[in-house]
């Protein structure tokens, strides 16, 4: 069964650093996004990309966090300059047509010390 | 806001009963979703139910949705001991962004 990959599963890195958290959608779909949470939290809507631009975004993304397609496969979303409270779960989703079909990755624990 | 919210929050079952949760959420959805997440890890997609849809079942898992009172809830029938995961319900509206409540928490009980 196709999957959505992200990697790495985990990273820790120092606040202020940038990072990168990298996501391989289902080859398929078109519709790819970014969730967010924090331990014990609701998951929380981040960006939602689609024919190659940001179609969605909420109060949390904002302008320290991008997302790209840099190719045909991946799908990322970078962090200009970790905070604590940016230590999370983030999920990468990619959707073949918008709200159905939802598939997400396993997540990468993201920890800033 | 047209987040879910789930109910009970935890839920404590011996293995074999049924568990059920409830999801109540606030504007028009076109559809609802279930899902499971063990301690820590990632999100497993469980059922849909659109908004035209009353009911659907897969496998141990059935599905109710209202929507006159905007509720939803989830049976798990005949738990098993691997059923212990955290169940969220997440609402999908017109900008095709999921809205998830906090969760409920089942442990079933060997």
């Known amino acids: 069964e196709p999957e959505v990959t992200q990697t790495p599963s985990h990273q820790v890195t120092q606040m202020g650093q940038e990072v990168i958290l990298r996501c391989v959608p289902i080859?398929?779909?078109?519709?790819f996004y970014w969730y967010r949470q924090i331990l014990g939290q609701k998951v929380e809507f981040l960006v939602s990309?689609?024919?190659?631009?940001?179609?969605?975004k909420s109060e949390i993304f904002d302008d320290q966090f991008s997302v790209e397609r840099p190719d045909g496969s991946n799908f990322t979303l970078k962090i200009r300059s970790t905070k604590l409270e940016d230590s999370a779960m983030y999920f990468c989703?990619?959707?073949?047509?918008?709200?159905?079909?939802?598939?997400f990755g396993s997540g990468t624990r993201l920890t800033v010390v | 806001s047209q987040q879910g919210e789930e109910d009970p929050q935890a839920l404590s079952i011996q293995e074999g009963e049924n568990a059920t949760m409830n999801c109540s959420y606030k504007?028009?959805?076109?559809?609802l979703q279930w899902y499971r997440q063990n301690s820590g890890r990632g999100l497993v997609h469980l059922i849909l139910?659109?908004?035209?849809?009353r009911e659907k079942h897969s496998g141990r898992l059935r599905v109710t949705l209202d929507t006159s009172k905007k509720s939803s809830s989830l049976l798990i029938t005949a738990s098993r001991a691997a059923d212990t995961a955290s169940y969220f319900c997440?609402?999908?509206?017109?900008?095709?962004?999921?809205?998830f409540g906090a969760g409920t928490t089942v442990t079933v009980r060997a």
């Open positions: 139910i659109r908004s035209n849809e």
């Open positions: 997440a609402t999908d509206a017109i900008d095709y962004k999921l809205s």
């Open positions: 504007t028009s959805i076109n559809n």
């Open positions: 990309f689609y024919n190659n631009e940001i179609s969605e």
């Open positions: 989703a990619s959707s073949e047509t918008g709200g159905f079909g939802y598939t």
């Open positions: 080859s398929n779909h078109l519709y």
